[in-house]
C-alpha cells in the first residue's frame, strides 16, 4: 500500500522541499545515487568497468519547466560524454536520458525534446556508444516512440524502455523486436490508472514473461531490466531457447541494488548492465527507489530518527 503513496508524493513540490533538505537524506541518496558532479562520478564509472560492469549513465532529472533548464539538462550529458572520452569504453558506457528532462512537456516539447536529444546522440556516437530512451509516464510514451524512431534513422543502436506494467507493451514489443531495435524491459516505475495498466504484481510478472518471449524470438537485442530472480531465470532460459548466446541480450539492475548479483551474473559471462544515475536533481529518482521498497523508506526514516 506504501508504494502508490511514495510515488505520489514523488510528485509533490512541497514533499521535494522537505525530502531535500532533511540532514541525513544525502547519506541515504548515495546509495542509489553515488555522485553530484562529473567529477565524483568519474572514479565510480572507472571502478564498476573495472569490475567487468557495463554500465547506463543518468543524469537525474525531470520534469523541467524552461526551454533553459532543458537546455542545460543536454550539456550536461555532453559534458559527461566529453569526459568518457578519454576513458575509451565503448558501449560499455552508454547514456539513458529522461525526455521529459529535455523539454518534452513544455509547450513545443515533442520537437524540443528531439532537438536537445539528438545532439547527444550524436556525441555519443562519436565515442563509439548509444543512447536509450527512458519510458516515463503513459502519457508520454507516443511522444518517446516516436523520437525513438526519427533518431533510428541515423543512429540505429539507439534503444528505448517499454514497461511491463501497461496494456499497451506487448503491441510496442512486437514492433520493436520486428525492426531489430534494442529495448528495455522494465516492470514500470510510475503510478499509472487501471484504465491503461496491470495493478497486480502477478498480473506483471505474467506480462513481463510474455513481452520477454516476444523480444527474445524477435531480430532485435533485449536488455532485461530487473533485479527479480525469477524472471532472470526465465530470461536465460528464453534466451537459450531462441538460440541466442550470451552477448546477443544482456541484463541491467540499479546501482545500490542487489550489487552482488550484478557481479554473480557478470562473472558467468553475461552482459550486466548498471543503471548509474548522478547528479543533484535526484528527488524523482529516488522517492521511485522508496516506493519499489517499502523497507527502504523504513531505513530512511529510522536513519532521521535515530540522528
Ligand atoms: P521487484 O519485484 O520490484 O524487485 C525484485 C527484488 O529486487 C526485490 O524483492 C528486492 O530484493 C529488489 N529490489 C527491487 N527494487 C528495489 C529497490 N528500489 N530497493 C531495494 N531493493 C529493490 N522503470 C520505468 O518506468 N522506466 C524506465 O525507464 C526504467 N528504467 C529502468 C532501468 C533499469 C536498468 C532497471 C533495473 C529498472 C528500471 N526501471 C524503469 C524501474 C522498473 O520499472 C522497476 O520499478 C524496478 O526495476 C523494480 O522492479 P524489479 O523488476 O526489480 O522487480
Known amino acids: 500500500m506504501l508504494g502508490p503513496v511514495i510515488l505520489a508524493a514523488s510528485r509533490s513540490d512541497r514533499m521535494r522541499r522537505l525530502v531535500s533538505a532533511a540532514p541525513v537524506t544525502k547519506q541515504v541518496v548515495d546509495r542509489f545515487i553515488p555522485g553530484e558532479t562529473v567529477d565524483e562520478i568519474v572514479p565510480i564509472i572507472e571502478d564498476l568497468t573495472a569490475q567487468g560492469l557495463e554500465l547506463t549513465m543518468d543524469v537525474v532529472g525531470e520534469d523541467i519547466t524552461t526551454p533553459e533548464q532543458a537546455a542545460a539538462a543536454r550539456d550536461a550529458y555532453l559534458e559527461l560524454i566529453d569526459r568518457l572520452k578519454g576513458l575509451e569504453l565503448g558501449t560499455r558506457a552508454e547514456m539513458s536520458v529522461k525526455l521529459s528532462m529535455f ?51 541515423d543512429f540505429p543502436q539507439t534503444g528505448c524502455v517499454i514497461q511491463a506494467y501497461l496494456f499497451r507493451t506487448e503491441a510496442d514489443a512486437r514492433r520493436l523486436a520486428a525492426n ?54 526465465i530470461a536465460q532460459e528464453l534466451a537459450a531457447r531462441a538460440g541466442r548466446k550470451l552477448d546477443e ?13 550484478h557481479l554473480r551474473l557478470a562473472a558467468e ?30 531505513f530512511f526514516v529510522r536513519s532521521m530518527l535515530t540522528r
Open 103 to 153: 523539454g518534452q512537456a513544455l509547450e513545443g516539447g515533442h520537437e524540443l525534446a528531439l532537438a536537445n536529444v539528438r545532439p547527444v546522440v550524436e556525441a555519443a556516437a562519436a565515442i563509439g556508444t548509444t543512447v536509450t530512451l527512458d519510458a516515463e509516464d503513459h502519457t508520454t510514451l507516443d511522444s518517446m516512440f516516436a523520437i525513438h524512431e526519427e533518431l533510428r534513422k
Open 269 to 298: 559471462g553475461h552482459r550486466m548492465r548498471v543503471y548509474t544515475a548522478y547528479g543533484t536533481d535526484w528527488y524523482g529518482y529516488f522517492m521511485r527507489r522508496l516506493a519499489e521498497k517499502p523497507a527502504n523508506l523504513r
Open 180 to 233: 531489430g531495435s534494442r529495448v528495455r524491459i522494465v516492470k514500470g516505475a510510475y503510478k499509472e490508472p487501471a484504465s491503461v495498466a496491470h495493478q497486480d504484481k502477478a498480473e506483471i510478472d505474467k506480462a513481463y514473461v510474455r513481452i520477454m518471449r516476444i523480444l527474445m524470438e524477435g531480430s532485435g537485442y533485449p536488455m532485461i531490466g530487473s533485479h527479480d530472480p525469477r524472471l532472470i531465470s
Open 249 to 261: 541480450y544482456e541484463f541491467q539492475m540499479l546501482y545500490g541494488i542487489r550489487g552482488d548479483e
